[in-house]
């Protein structure tokens, strides 16, 4: 009965010694079966990662009132298309941000969908609502930049930052589309 009592230990520390040994390797598999999952499951889209509609219409209230103040496209621009509205027109500038908040919403990949008042080429086209600013490309580069330091303003992570400028310089020969070079403004 001994020695049927030690070939019983011993298939037991040979079951214990493989399930340790099998144990690692199992969790291995499972770690890389989980990390080749979390890897499927799709990125966030733009407009997740910028933190929704909330987060965008907070930075697009700054980035509109900046841009009102800004001496080379606000309120004392030499062009007087751009001066005239952000003097005479600010009433519009709620309804403005509104559309500004959708449109990038929208360009993000979100829910929300924009639809021009002035509808340009594209659902999102903007041509057709700049076109009578007359706004130079050196006027959309001071915009831009406007926007750019808006989002440090908010540290926007780089990644975000970027894809949010690159969204917006892709619409420049849009918004560009009514100035004529050396032709007479206003």
């Not at 733009?46 to 509609?53: C, I, K, S, T």
């Not at 009433?91 to 990949?109: D, E």
């Amino acid at each position: 009965m001994a020695k049927a009592r030690s070939t019983s230990i011993s298939r037991r520390s040979v079951v214990a010694a493989l399930a340790l040994t099998a144990a690692p390797a199992a969790l291995a598999t499972a770690d890389n079966a989980h990390a080749q999952a979390k890897d499927a499951t799709p990125e966030k889209s733009l407009y997740e990662r910028l933190g929704g509609v909330f987060a965008i219409a907070a930075v697009i209230d700054h980035f509109s009132d900046a841009v009102v103040k800004n001496p080379i496209v606000g309120q004392k621009s030499k062009n007087p298309q751009l001066r005239e509205w952000h003097t005479k027109n600010l009433q519009r500038l709620p309804g403005l941000k509104f559309m500004r908040t959708l449109w990038v919403c929208n360009v993000a990949g979100g829910p929300f969908q924009f639809t021009a008042t002035r509808p340009g080429k594209t659902p999102v086209g903007l041509e057709e609502a700049h076109r009578n600013l007359r706004i130079s490309p050196a006027e959309f580069d001071e915009v831009a930049a406007e926007l750019g330091r808006t989002l440090s303003f908010f540290k926007l992570p780089k990644r975000e930052k970027d894809e949010v400028l690159a969204a917006f310089a892709a619409h420049k020969d849009e918004v560009t589309a009514g100035y004529v070079a050396g032709a007479k403004r206003g």
